[in-house]
């Protein structure tokens, strides 16, 4: 199983900074089939890149993923008060399709 | 519009049966993989499992396998979750969401609203 390390676990950050998120795999995820998910409190979870840098549809361009092998980023430029929620990444290149713990991004 | 909804709460005693639905519509229900995720109280996502529609094709996650059953029904547009006896354990919000193409390696892009199970005596 290919276990996921999300850092930081919670980010605090003031609107129309630069986030940087980052998912650590345990060993190499194929292809690369890595995804990054938005849940917002209360709400389901959000597809916003697939393929490690794809964006999903109607995703704004602040949102954009990187990286390969074992190290992957989620970036968010110009942060806005609602993207306060909680990101996680998740490898579908090896079943079972593991999620990271994830990273609270705090919004001051 | 691509929807999955979700069967309502259920509040269920240890011990008891359950079985959860999520009904797709607006594609082609049998093309798509469905999955289940679980997220217990204030954690985080887990992934249970999927299931091909189209011919009941199974994969479990180690952790779920045995302890849960993933079923279909193409008929009616439905995916299912049950349980054969309820642990205070599998007390969580339960997603199930489509992927995004029709392959079994992929992310899921929609997602059904959750449907919270809570197991007490």
């Known amino acids: 199983e290919i276990v996921l390390t999300q850092s930081p676990g919670t980010l605090s950050l003031s609107p129309g900074e630069r986030a940087t998120l980052s998912c650590r795999a345990s060993?190499?995820?194929?292809?690369?089939?890595l995804a990054w998910y938005q849940q917002k409190p209360g709400q389901a979870p959000r597809l916003l890149i697939y393929?490690?840098?794809s964006r999903a549809t109607g995703i704004p361009d602040r949102f954009s993923g990187s990286g390969s092998g074992t190290d992957f980023t989620l970036t968010i430029s110009r942060l806005e008060p609602e993207d306060l929620a909680v990101y996680y990444c998740?490898?579908?290149?090896?079943?079972?399709?593991?999620f990271g713990q994830g990273t609270k991004l705090e919004i001051k | 519009e691509v929807q999955l909804v979700q069967s309502g709460a259920e509040v269920k005693k240890p011990g008891e049966s359950l079985k959860i639905s999520c009904k797709g519509s607006?594609?082609?229900?049998?093309?798509?993989?469905i999955g289940w995720v679980r997220q217990m109280p204030g954690k985080g996502l887990e992934w249970m499992g999927i299931?091909?529609?189209?011919?009941?094709?199974?994969r479990y996650s180690p952790s779920f396998q045995g302890q849960v059953t993933i079923s279909a029904d193409k008929s009616i547009s439905t995916a299912y979750l049950q349980w054969s006896s309820l642990k205070a354990s599998d007390t969580a919000m339960y997603y199930c969401a489509r992927h995004r193409g029709d392959r079994s390696s992929d992310a899921f892009d929609v997602w059904g609203r959750g449907t919270m199970v809570t197991v007490s005596s």
């Open positions: 299931i091909y529609p189209g011919d009941s094709d199974t």
């Open positions: 998740q490898q579908y290149g090896g079943s079972p399709f593991t």
């Open positions: 607006g594609y082609s229900f049998t093309t798509y993989w």
């Open positions: 393929g490690a840098s």
């Open positions: 060993q190499s995820v194929s292809s690369p089939y």
